[in-house]
């Protein structure tokens, strides 16, 4: 008897390690209806056919970055420009580069300059600030992160004011895999960081598409360590969400994020 299209999707959750999570002590329901051959079929599909490139897949699952709670210059002061090509996704807003506004299919003109973004709201639509200064972002940034800090009544710095996690996603509409970060963590670089089935391990990098956040800001990073371009993405400091990232030109283009 052919292997069932139920039969294959529960062993397709069996085979991701996050489909145990709180069930490790209920396996026998987890395997339930499930056979050998179930899982072998979902392997070969995913091209995994040898116990070499079984044990390879494994082995790539712990390979993640665990957040690290950065210093404020680490989110404001990026190491070096990108190495990666800087060729603009044309928005879907209106771009003001230094002040002066442009149609958004002019944003491939500065192709190749490294721009620091910021979205902001003219009267309830959408638009894109751009700056070729980087310092007027780092400043901001800087304002911003010690804005956050909660101060005690006589002995100074007691800690940061939090608003929870950002939570990023691979797909539109703040859909498909996802992780999360507190505010004040970042993942400096996304190439280290593992989302999907171990069969089909898949890292961080350019593969953002949407960001729903509780508050503070969410910053993007073109290159690894928030290398230049980058992207600020806030609401007054309050709740926000993007669920699209193409609106400004940046889907699935972030090797670095943070939540500051």
């Known amino acids: 008897m052919s292997t069932t299209k139920e039969a294959r999707r529960v062993a397709g959750d069996v085979l991701q390690f996050s489909a145990f999570d709180g069930r490790l002590d209920n396996l026998e329901k987890t395997f339930d209806g499930i ?15 040898t116990l070499e490139e079984l044990v390879h897949r494994v082995v790539q699952v712990g390979k993640t970055e665990k957040p690290v709670a950065p210093q404020p210059a680490s989110l404001v002061t990026p190491a070096r420009v990108s190495s990666k090509e800087i ?15 442009y149609d958004p299919g002019d944003i491939t003109r500065f192709n190749g300059s490294p721009l620091d973004f910021v979205t902001d709201n003219l ?7 751009a700056f070729t200064d980087r310092q007027k972002v780092d400043l901001m940034l800087l304002t911003y992160r010690l804005s956050r800090v909660r101060r005690g009544p006589t002995d100074g710095d007691v800690g940061m004011i939090s608003s929870g996690s950002a939570k990023f996603h691979a797909d539109y509409n703040l859909s498909g895999d996802w992780f999360w970060l507190d505010e004040g963590y970042s ?9 999907g089935p171990f069969y089909d ?58 939540h500051a």
């Open 201 to 258: 391990r898949r890292d961080w990098n350019d593969q953002i598409s949407s960001v729903a956040w509780p508050g503070g800001i969410v910053l993007l990073g073109w290159d690894v360590n928030f290398g230049l371009p980058r992207l600020v993405l806030q609401n007054n400091g309050g709740p926000g969400n993007v669920p699209d990232l193409r609106t400004f030109g940046w889907n699935d283009q972030a090797s670095s994020a943070g």
């Open 87 to 101: 060729a603009y996704q044309v928005p879907e807003v209106a771009v003001i580069v230094d002040g002066v506004e």
């Open 123 to 129: 009267n309830g639509e959408p638009r894109l600030l």
């Open 35 to 49: 056979e050998e051959r179930d899982i072998l079929e979902v392997l070969r599909e995913n091209d995994v056919t």
């Open 187 to 195: 993942y400096l670089n996304l190439t280290r960081l593992y989302h």
